[in-house]
């Protein structure tokens, strides 16, 4: 008698995942990479509260195709191992944590001017 293996018997990898008596086997017919692909393009830009009270005082009011744009720059940001990237899109410049998709803040073209933007470590142009 094998005394090692008496309680805990090893068995044949397809007997290991059958279901027990009362259980029933529960099978993915989803594929990781499109459930990859599926959160990373429903993943949303979210606006820090300095953005947002920089977005209320400026009048600037944002519509869907520049959200859509500003939200596949970041994407494209964090594709490429960025962490903090500067995004130009038209008249508008916004300063983005990429790791955590948070718009820190934005400057809009009349106080562009004779700005430096500092810790970024990349820059997208739209």
Known sequence: MNRIN???PVL???LVNT???GQTKTESKVNFKEVLQQQLT???LNFSSHCQK???QNNIQLDQVQLDKL???VTKAADKG???SCVIMDDKVFIVNVTNRTVKTIVDGQRMK???FTNIDSAVIV
């Open 114 to 116: 004779e700005n430096v």
């Open 71 to 73: 939200n596949s720059a």
């Open 54 to 56: 920089r977005l209320e």
């Open 19 to 21: 279901p027990k008596p």
């Open 82 to 84: 960025s962490r903090e």
């Open 12 to 14: 044949p990898p397809d």
């Open 6 to 8: 008496q309680y805990n």
């Open 42 to 44: 429903t993943d949303t």
